[in-house]
C-alpha cells in the first residue's frame, strides 16, 4: 500500500517536471493567432495554388524564406540565400498527334497518348518485341521498324513499375535506330485516369538525354488486348503516324533552405532534416475541378498546414536550438512528382550522410483531431519521441492510415528514404482515406476558413517538439531490421 502511494506520488512528481520542462520550450508558447496568419497567407486566393513554376509560389517560397530570416535560420554554407533553384521541364501536349492502323485512326487524348517525341511524319512496318525486355529487342531487328511492345513488365501490374520500364523501353528503341515505339496499355489502372494525368501539361526533371531524344512514342488504349492479338497473329503490320510534337519549355523554381546549429558540440556535426512540401496544384486551368465562383486550389491542409508547421519549427527551435543541427527545407514541385525533394536529394546542400533523420509533414486533410498520423511511424526508429512529443499536447499517435495506397512512398520523405535517411511523414489526423477527407483532397475546397485552429496549434507544437526530442536523441533513429531502405541506408552511412 505504501509502496504504491509511493509509486504514485514519485510519479507524479516526475510527470509534473516534464510538465515544466516542456511548459518552457517555446513550442509551448506557439500562438495560434501567428499560425494562423501565417495558414491565411500560404493559402490565400493570392497564392494562386502555389503552382510549381508561377508567380503565386514564387511568392510563397519568399514568404517562408522570410520567416526563417526573422526567426536566426541562416542559410546553408556555400549559399548566400535560402533558395535552391533549378529548372524543370514543362511538358504540353501535342497540338497534332494521331496514329493510323490497320484502318483504324487513334487520336491523341482519347485512344493514343503521345508520351514522348518531337515533330515527326512517318509510315513503317510493326515489329512486335512482347514486353520489350532488352532480351526482347536483342532477338529482332528494329532498325527504321516502328516497335511494338506490351505495355509494363511481366506478371506486374505496378504503374510505377509499368512507367520506369516504358522509358527503358524507349531507351533501347531510340539507340537501336526504331522509327517509333508504341505500347499497348491494359494495367488495372483505367486508361481514363492515365489520359486524365497525361494529357494535360507536367513537369519532370531535366535530362540531357531526354531534351536530344526524338524518338516518337505512344501509348495505345488496349483494355481488350484486341491490338495485342492482331500484332501476335503478325496482322496489319502496316502503321502510320503524324504528330506535331510535345510542346516544351523549362520553368525554374526552388527549394527554400536554412539551418541552425547545434547547441551540443559533440552531436551538432549531425543533421535531423524537418521538410514539407509549399507547392500545390495550381488553379482549375491546370487541374480537373472548381466552380465558377471558385477555380482557386488554396491548399490549405495540402500542404499549408504542412508550411505552417515547419515555420513553427524555425520558430521555436531557433530560440532554443537542440542538440543536433537542424536543416529546414520547404520543396516545390511535389505535386508535379516529388520534383523538388528529387532535385535536393541528388544536390544537397549538406551532405546526405551527416543527416540522420527527416520529419517530413505533407497531408491529405484530417477527420479526426485528437491525433497525428504518422506514415512509417513503426519503420523509422523515433516512434517513442513521436509519441512522446505528440501526448505533451494532447494528442495521440497513429500509424499508416492506408497501407493499400502505399503512402509512405508518395511524398518528399521518399528522396530521402530511398538514400538510406529514415524519414517517415506527420500527418493531420486521419484513420482512413474516407468521404470526409474527400470532400477537400485536392479540391477548390481545401480552404482556410473551414479549418480547426485550435488544432492546428497543438498539431504544430506536436511536430516541434517530436523534431526536437529527435534531435536530442543520444542514439541515432535506425531503420526497422529488414526494412526495404535499410540497404541503402548502410550504404550511405556505413556500417557491416
Ligand atoms: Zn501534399
Not at 109 to 124: D, S
Not at 300 to 317: P, Q, T, Y
Amino acid at each position: 500500500m505504501i509502496k504504491t502511494l509511493l509509486l504514485v506520488f514519485l510519479t507524479a512528481i516526475s510527470l509534473s517536471s516534464i510538465a515544466q520542462k516542456v511548459k518552457d520550450l517555446p513550442e509551448s508558447k506557439l500562438e495560434k493567432s501567428v499560425l494562423e496568419k501565417h495558414l491565411r497567407i500560404i493559402a490565400s486566393d493570392a497564392m494562386m495554388g502555389r503552382r510549381t513554376g508561377e508567380q503565386g509560389n514564387n511568392l510563397a517560397a519568399r514568404y517562408i524564406a522570410e520567416q526563417f530570416r526573422a526567426s536566426g535560420i541562416k542559410p546553408t554554407p556555400d549559399n548566400d540565400d535560402y533558395f535552391q533553384y533549378f529548372s524543370l521541364q514543362n511538358v504540353a501536349p501535342a497540338k497534332i498527334a494521331s496514329l493510323s492502323w490497320g484502318g483504324k485512326t487513334f487520336e491523341n487524348g482519347a485512344e493514343a497518348l503521345l508520351i514522348h517525341g518531337k515533330e515527326n511524319q512517318e509510315e513503317g512496318e510493326a515489329v512486335f518485341v512482347g514486353y520489350g525486355e532488352e532480351k526482347d529487342f536483342k532477338e529482332k531487328d528494329v532498325k527504321d521498324k516502328i516497335v511494338v511492345a506490351q505495355f509494363g513488365i511481366p506478371n506486374s501490374q505496378n504503374p510505377m513499375e509499368a512507367f520506369q520500364a516504358s522509358k527503358g523501353k524507349r531507351q533501347l528503341a531510340e539507340k537501336l535506330g526504331a522509327k517509333a515505339l508504341i505500347e499497348l496499355y491494359h494495367l488495372q489502372l483505367p486508361w481514363k485516369s492515365i489520359v486524365n494525368y497525361l494529357n494535360n501539361t507536367r513537369m519532370e526533371m531535366v535530362s540531357d538525354e531526354e531534351a536530344n531524344a526524338k524518338l516518337v512514342h505512344f501509348w495505345i488504349n488496349d483494355e481488350s488486348k484486341a491490338l495485342l492479338a492482331k500484332i501476335n497473329k503478325e496482322e496489319d503490320k502496316h502503321i502510320s503516324f503524324e504528330t506535331s510534337g510535345l510542346i516544351k519549355s523549362l520553368v525554374r523554381t526552388q527549394n527554400v533552405v536554412g539551418m541552425i546549429e547545434g547547441a551540443d558540440a559533440a552531436l551538432k556535426d549531425e543533421f535531423i532534416i524537418l521538410s514539407a512540401h509549399y507547392d500545390h496544384v495550381g488553379t482549375a486551368s491546370h487541374a480537373p475541378g472548381g466552380t465558377p465562383e471558385d477555380s482557386i486550389f488554396n491548399g490549405a491542409r495540402d500542404n499549408g498546414m504542412g508550411v505552417v508547421g515547419l515555420i513553427a519549427a524555425a520558430k521555436a527551435l531557433g530560440e532554443k536550438p537542440p542538440a543536433r543541427s537542424v536543416l529546414f527545407i520547404a520543396f516545390t514541385g511535389e505535386e508535379m512528382g516529388l520534383l523538388g525533394s528529387q532535385y535536393y536529394s541528388e544536390h544537397p546542400l549538406i551532405p546526405l550522410n551527416k543527416c540522420i533523420f527527416n520529419l517530413n509533414i505533407d497531408g491529405a486533410g484530417y477527420n479526426d483531431t485528437s491525433l497525428v498520423s504518422v506514415i512509417g511511424l513503426d519503420r523509422t526508429g523515433a516512434k517513442e519521441e513521436i509519441e512522446k512529443g505528440s501526448e505533451a499536447f494532447g494528442l495521440g499517435v497513429f500509424g499508416d492510415p492506408s497501407p493499400e495506397q502505399g503512402l509512405f512512398d508518395r511524398s518528399d520523405n521518399v528522396n530521402f528514404a530511398a538514400k538510406g535517411i529514415p524519414a517517415p511523414t506527420f500527418s493531420e489526423g486521419l484513420k482512413a482515406f474516407d468521404a470526409e477527407i474527400m470532400k477537400t483532397y485536392h479540391q477548390v475546397t481545401d480552404e482556410v476558413d473551414t479549418m480547426d485552429f485550435d488544432y492546428l496549434l497543438k498539431f504544430c507544437q506536436a511536430y516541434v517538439y517530436s523534431a526536437r526530442l529527435i534531435a536530442n536523441k543520444k542514439e541515432r533513429p535506425q531503420w526497422e531490421a529488414g526494412d526495404k531502405y535499410e540497404k541503402a541506408a548502410k550504404a550511405l552511412y556505413g556500417g557491416e
